[in-house]
């Protein structure tokens, strides 16, 4: 079972492909795994075990049959609580959805699943994703498979753990400021977030429509290639969904990166960033340049105002975005109540935590009479002139190469006395959604505590497989780590 769970997605898939493992047999790890470290973990809002078990029998017998031929045929894996999952509960880790059962599934959810995908559960995450260590979930926190006294990141942080911590081969999560990324990042695995519109947003339930994302969290870059291909498509029930022509990101998967022009940004390396994240990320960078690739720094401008362009835009699309959750169609509702608005006010009160209420008053003031055009429309014209600056970037270099967080995986319980220090937190993953442009993450070393360390890189608009053949490249300088021994 062990050797079976250190499998890839990818490595699995072919085992099933070739008969040397059931798809039953691989479910059965996974769960078997779940049962051992999930009490300890705490990745999963919901385990469907019984469902899984029919899932794998049905798709071994369509395997068999000839009739599902692709590379991730089989695998099981997860998906974050807030993609609806049609008769499976989706929650959003919120107690306004605690008994929401949707009728539909997730455009790219629903990808998967014609791929062969085995889903074993739903995801924790922060509560309607707003949160960086899955720690407002009113399901309790989730914990990082390396140190459980330290938060797994977030918003996707149940999705990360439960890969890392070998519950699942893969996860689906969703980008709206770095939710993949950053938590990725801390967990030591390895997370994509596509360009704006490439994968349907349909049934994910949206935080800040114009940021959110759907990518995948994953072992390794191959990994994230692979499904990555499976859930990108055109889906006219969303309207920001792209046509791409191109999506044979697996081409992408070359260890070469010569005449590559790799730029990092000064902005980067700046106060805030601990030693040991920076010197991790200038050696990976290093590493690049000794393959062949061209480093140099630079400036990226108007960094510093990503963060309050970004939580004004976001609160603000929250506020408006989660208006729908009154207690009347669907969802929570108070039990004792006088009239409409009281039931409103009480169903509201009782259903949300304290970091979705503060999101939604602060988006709440910002589109208010008197404040709409000294804020939220001020920060629409950052997020304008943060694009224009990558725009510059990239007429110069193919990627931008920085770290994905400024420190490793804080304690449980740090971040939440100090919002404001979260929220500074995603000082190097907001200003990629803000120009909605794709980045991955993966692990380019520990620090002396024994906390993974993530490298960002970051493309052009439509540009995934310059990131993904670059941390392809710097990824073969590297043997994979695992929480459970020293080396996999």
């Given at each position: 079972m062990r050797e079976m769970r250190q499998l890839t997605a990818v490595q699995l898939g072919k085992k099933i492909k070739?008969?040397?493992?059931?798809?039953?047999?691989?479910?059965?790890?996974?769960?078997?795994?779940?049962?051992?470290?999930?009490?300890?973990?705490?990745?999963?809002?919901?385990?469907?075990?019984?469902?899984?078990?029919?899932?794998?029998?049905?798709?071994?017998?369509?395997?068999?049959?000839?009739?599902?031929?692709?590379?991730?045929?089989?695998?099981?894996?997860?998906?974050?609580?807030?993609?609806?999952?049609?008769?499976?509960?989706?929650?959003?880790?919120?107690?306004?959805?605690?008994?929401?059962?949707?009728?539909?599934?997730?455009?790219?959810?629903?990808?998967?699943?014609?791929?062969?995908?085995?889903?074993?559960?739903?995801?924790?995450?922060?509560?309607?994703?707003?949160?960086?260590?899955?720690?407002?979930?009113?399901?309790?926190?989730?914990?990082?498979?390396?140190?459980?006294?330290?938060?797994?990141?977030?918003?996707?942080?149940?999705?990360?753990?439960?890969?890392?911590?070998?519950?699942?081969?893969?996860?689906?999560?969703?980008?709206?400021?770095?939710?993949?990324?950053?938590?990725?990042?801390?967990?030591?695995?390895?997370?994509?977030?596509?360009?704006?519109?490439?994968?349907?947003r349909y049934g994910l339930i949206a935080y800040g429509s114009s940021l959110d994302q759907i990518g995948p969290v994953a072992k390794d870059v191959t990994d994230c290639a692979a499904i990555l291909e499976e859930i990108t498509s055109?889906?006219?029930?969303?309207?920001?969904?792209?046509?791409?022509?191109?999506?044979?990101?697996?081409?992408?998967?070359?260890?070469?990166?010569?005449?590559?022009?790799?730029?990092?940004?000064?902005?980067?390396?700046?106060?805030?960033?601990?030693?040991?994240?920076?010197?991790?990320?200038?050696?990976?960078?290093?590493?690049?340049?000794?393959?062949?690739?061209?480093?140099?720094?630079?400036?990226?401008?108007?960094?510093?105002?990503?963060?309050?362009?970004?939580?004004?835009?976001?609160?603000?699309?929250?506020?408006?975005?989660?208006?729908?959750?009154?207690?009347?169609?669907?969802?929570?509702?108070?039990?004792?109540?006088?009239?409409?608005?009281?039931?409103?006010?009480?169903?509201?009160?009782?259903?949300?935590?304290?970091?979705?209420?503060?999101?939604?008053?602060?988006?709440?003031?910002?589109?208010?009479?008197?404040?709409?055009?000294?804020?939220?429309?001020?920060?629409?014209?950052?997020?304008?002139?943060?694009?224009?600056?990558?725009?510059?970037?990239?007429?110069?270099?193919?990627?931008?190469?920085?770290?994905?967080?400024?420190?490793?995986?804080?304690?449980?319980?740090?971040?939440?006395?100090?919002?404001?220090?979260?929220?500074?937190?995603?000082?190097?993953?907001?200003?990629?959604?803000?120009?909605?442009?794709?980045?991955?993450?993966?692990?380019?070393?520990?620090?002396?505590?024994?906390?993974?360390?993530?490298?960002?890189?970051?493309?052009?608009?439509?540009?995934?497989?310059?990131?993904?053949?670059?941390?392809?490249?710097?990824?073969?300088?590297?043997?994979?780590?695992?929480?459970?021994?020293?080396?996999?």
């Amino acid at each position: 079972m062990r050797e079976m769970r250190q499998l890839t997605a990818v490595q699995l898939g072919k085992k099933i492909k070739e008969r040397e493992i059931s798809v039953s047999e691989a479910v059965q790890a996974a769960l078997l795994q779940i049962e051992n470290v999930e009490k300890h973990v705490g990745s999963y809002v919901s385990i469907e075990e019984e469902a899984a078990l029919e899932q794998a029998r049905k798709i071994q017998q369509r395997i068999d049959k000839g009739e599902l031929t692709g590379i991730l045929a089989g695998v099981p894996m997860a998906v974050k609580d807030n993609m609806c999952t049609a008769g499976i509960r989706t929650t959003c880790s919120s107690k306004i959805l605690e008994n929401f059962i949707p009728t539909y599934t997730a455009e790219a959810v629903r990808n998967l699943e014609n791929a062969g995908a085995v889903i074993l559960g739903k995801t924790n995450m922060d509560e309607f994703a707003m949160g960086s260590t899955t720690e407002t979930s009113a399901w309790g926190a989730t914990r990082n498979p390396w140190n459980l006294e330290h938060v797994p990141g977030g918003s996707s942080g149940g999705s990360c753990a439960a890969v890392a911590a070998e519950e699942c081969f893969y996860a689906l999560g969703s980008d709206t400021g770095g939710s993949i990324r950053q938590p990725s990042a801390f967990c030591g695995v390895t997370g994509l977030k596509p360009t704006y519109g490439t994968v349907s947003r349909y049934g994910l339930i949206a935080y800040g429509s114009s940021l959110d994302q759907i990518g995948p969290v994953a072992k390794d870059v191959t990994d994230c290639a692979a499904i990555l291909e499976e859930i990108t498509s055109y889906d006219k029930k969303d309207s920001t969904s792209l046509k791409r022509k191109d999506r044979d990101f697996m081409s992408a998967l070359k260890d070469d990166v010569k005449g590559m022009r790799i730029g990092i940004p000064k902005d980067y390396l700046g106060d805030g960033l601990e030693e040991e994240v920076k010197t991790a990320v200038l050696a990976a960078a290093k590493t690049l340049e000794e393959k062949g690739a061209e480093v140099e720094m630079f400036d990226l401008a108007l960094v510093e105002y990503a963060i309050p362009a970004y939580y004004v835009i976001a609160c603000a699309e929250a506020s408006s975005n989660l208006a729908r959750f009154d207690g009347v169609k669907y969802g929570y509702r108070a039990g004792e109540y006088e009239g409409l608005h009281d039931m409103y006010k009480k169903s509201r009160s009782q259903g949300f935590g304290p970091e979705v209420k503060r999101r939604i008053m602060l988006g709440s003031f910002v589109l208010s009479s008197g404040y709409y055009d000294a804020y939220y429309l001020k920060a629409l014209r950052t997020k304008a002139l943060i694009k224009q600056e990558f725009d510059k970037a990239f007429a110069r270099y193919d990627v931008i190469l920085g770290p994905a967080a400024p420190t490793t995986a804080p304690k449980i319980g740090s971040s939440l006395k100090e919002p404001l220090k979260m929220y500074l937190g995603d000082i190097y993953t907001v200003a990629v959604n803000l120009a909605g442009l794709p980045g991955i993450t993966l692990p380019c070393g520990l620090d002396s505590k024994g906390l993974p360390i993530g490298l960002q890189l970051i493309g052009d608009c439509f540009q995934e497989k310059k990131i993904i053949q670059t941390a392809y490249a710097f990824e073969q300088t590297r043997e994979r780590r695992s929480p459970y021994e020293e080396r996999v």
